[in-house]
């Protein structure tokens, strides 16, 4: 295995289990979720030691909604728990607020997913949305614009199997996709 992935949640196992083969071509990665923040966190030292005693040449991604946490404090909590597991090259990335950001960075997966016509043209240039990162309840946000909008795991799948990982207007979805590429030095793909 090439890369290892551990999220809080099986949504955003969803999301990367769809869009990670478009980054990944020609590397193997596995996905591990978690049920929630605390979860995560306590598996970390446990999961990486062990997975990097097997196999050593591996890399690992660690990757946590921000939700309301100081992102900075968060981000040197996780490499903190990485650095205890023996692993001091661990790519740590917050999404800012939640997975549900980045799937409301790409309006036009939205449309196309739950074939909304207009959805994109109608949403994406208002100013609550320009800046998607700072939308904190964006989970909220996409059940009100989306009617009939699916339980997490089934709507996320939904959503980024349209997702275009060079069209997404999140910050912090472009700084994780960078960063995957910098970790197992990929290069850009259009």
Same mark, same amino acid.
């Given at each position: 295995?090439?890369?290892?992935f551990?999220?809080?949640e099986?949504?955003?196992?969803a999301?990367l289990?769809?869009?990670l083969?478009r980054?990944?071509?020609?590397?193997?990665?596995?996905?591990f979720?978690?049920?929630?923040?605390?979860?995560?966190q306590?598996?970390?030292?446990k999961?990486?030691?062990?997975?990097s005693?097997?196999?050593?040449d591996a890399?690992?991604?660690?990757?946590q909604?921000? %939700? #309301?946490?100081?992102?900075r404090?968060?981000?040197?909590?996780? !490499?903190?728990l990485?650095?205890?597991?023996? /692993?001091?090259? =661990?790519?740590?990335?917050?999404?800012?607020?939640e997975?549900?950001?980045?799937l409301?960075?790409d309006?036009?997966a939205?449309?196309?997913a739950?074939e909304?016509?207009g959805f994109?043209?109608?949403y994406?240039?208002?100013a609550?949305?320009?800046?998607i %990162? #700072?939308i904190?309840n964006?989970?909220?946000?996409?059940?009100? !614009?989306?009617?009939?909008?699916?339980?997490? /795991?089934?709507? =996320?799948?939904?959503?980024?199997?349209?997702?275009n990982?060079?069209r997404?207007?999140?910050?912090s979805f472009?700084?994780?996709?960078?960063g995957?590429?910098?970790?197992?030095?990929?290069e850009e793909?259009?």
């Amino acid at each position: 295995m090439d890369v290892y992935f551990l999220v809080e949640e099986p949504s955003m196992e969803a999301v990367l289990n769809i869009i990670l083969p478009r980054i990944l071509i020609d590397k193997t990665f596995q996905v591990f979720p978690h049920q929630g923040k605390s979860d995560l966190q306590k598996s970390i030292v446990k999961r990486i030691r062990n997975l990097s005693h097997s196999f050593p040449d591996a890399k690992f991604v660690v990757l946590q909604d921000k %939700d #309301s946490s100081d992102c900075r404090l968060l981000k040197a909590q996780l !490499l903190a728990l990485c650095s205890e597991a023996g /692993v001091e090259n =661990a790519l740590v990335r917050i999404v800012c607020h939640e997975l549900e950001n980045w799937l409301l960075a790409d309006m036009e997966a939205i449309e196309r997913a739950f074939e909304l016509s207009g959805f994109t043209s109608k949403y994406q240039n208002r100013a609550k949305y320009r800046v998607i %990162d #700072s939308i904190a309840n964006s989970a909220e946000e996409i059940s009100k !614009l989306v009617r009939g909008y699916p339980r997490k /795991v089934t709507g =996320a799948a939904k959503v980024a199997t349209h997702m275009n990982i060079n069209r997404n207007r999140s910050h912090s979805f472009g700084v994780f996709i960078s960063g995957i590429r910098r970790l197992l030095e990929l290069e850009e793909v259009c």
